[in-house]
């Protein structure tokens, strides 16, 4: 059974750092691409970042360019979101979410929600002063 569990999430100042885990659990990300979302309450989700099957491209939001970073190991088993300059807008509940992606599409990423089929439960972020 695939299963993505998240971890890293906690409550920090605004302009601290997280790092956000996404780990694979029966499988590894060899053939998929991976992407993180956020959810505030009352807002639909937002896809944050992905990194291509290949682990070459990433794609990320313009709201988290040059803050976020997403990144994999080279076991292929865990994905990081790396979260610099937090700020109270980035608020929320951090999802990962996994979706296969064919040889011919290994080198692109897309940040949406509906292209992908494997998700995690979620880790929070509060940044609040």
């Known amino acids: 059974q695939l299963q993505l569990v998240e971890s890293g999430g906690a409550s920090v100042q605004p302009g601290g750092s997280l790092r956000l885990s996404c780990a694979a659990s029966g499988f590894t990300f060899d053939y998929y691409a991976v992407a993180w979302f956020r959810q505030i309450p009352g807002k639909e989700r937002e896809g944050v970042s992905c990194?291509?099957?290949?682990?070459?491209?990433?794609n990320s939001a313009s709201s988290v360019k040059g803050r976020f970073t997403i990144s994999r190991d080279g076991a292929k088993t865990t994905v990081y979101l790396q979260m610099d300059n937090l700020k109270p807008e980035d608020t929320g509940t951090y999802y990962c979410a996994a979706a296969y992606r064919a040889a011919s599409a290994q080198a692109f990423c897309v940040r949406d929600r509906d292209e992908y089929d494997y998700w995690g439960q979620g880790t929070e972020v509060t940044v609040s002063s």
């Open positions: 990194i291509s099957r290949n682990g070459v491209n990433t």
